[in-house]
């Protein structure tokens, strides 16, 4: 044999266990964001339990609060017989891995705590992720029974709180919207409401549902819009949603309910109280009741993370949680939080119609 292939014979397996050494490295130092094994549930639908244990996190205000488990876990029970909660739970809804860089287990903290700064209120949360990435449809036991698994959980804790608030962005969004009629105020952003409107780059790198569980989703919007709009439910309930009007595949989703010009009236569209232009001082921003849609002039699908870069997130929130924030706020802090309102409310512009205007006046 040649010195060469010798030489040949040495260097391939070397570089291919090479290439095998940095990719298990690479995948270690990611593995604690759970972005490969979400993508890796995701596609293949398996159950890891380093996701599964990331489920839920809940976060009491009342530090002295022993009374749930101490860290992450899939099935995380509400202790009936605690005695620190707060009046005001949040339950955020974090979003696909893809977006936010990994799966975040306490998306939307942040924001969060800046709403109740000047308040002297406390809040209570519960972060949820979704393991399978499939528009939290599965449920920790993979018998794609996520749908009812998160609505008896919206459910349960609307008993245990004074009020529920649902916030979510993207697939977290299509959660929001889908168990909205159970909490007090529904937030989301850019959510999906048909997964199979979504181009195949978003599904394959986004989140993949299979078109039978996408009906699931539609089907249980329809029914969470129908019930709050015709205000059937004894107490007050709204959902806001927001979507990007220059982002094509937003415009997709938002056709699913509202109707274009060129399309016949969606049935749907009896399921809204209003469509409009963002517009931050619109009275409709702290409605308590209602289906609302915004339209804010950006063409990012990550509507959510724009605004809080330029600094129009936390203003955006704070009108829709106007009067939850104004009951709880201290007479002292008043003043200063009313010129911080104020001040934001400055500097949203108010964006000019585009073309694929999508909005129409309902009421
Ligand atoms: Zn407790």
Redesign the pocket.
Known sequence: MSPWLWLLCILIPSLIILIFIVLFIFIKRNRGHGYFLSKCSAFTRVRFDHLEQRRQTYC?ADKK???HTKHSSSHIEP?LS???RSPTLYMSFAGAAMIVGGVKTTEWRGSISKLHDHAHNQFDVLFLTDPAQCFYLQDPNYQWDGLKYCRELVKLYSTLYQRVILIGASLGGSMVCMCADLATISIAFNPILDPTLLGLPWRIMGAYCPARQAHVIREQVKITMKKINSKTLNRDCVLHIHWSQLSAADRRQAHRIIRSDEEKKSKQTKCLTSVLDFDIDSHFMNSLTGVHIWFHSSGRHALAMHLKRVDQLVPLLRRHLYDILENCRDNTSQEGQQSNTNRASLSVKIHEIDENDVRMTLI
């Open positions: 009491p609060c022993q009374c202790n605690c005695t620190h």
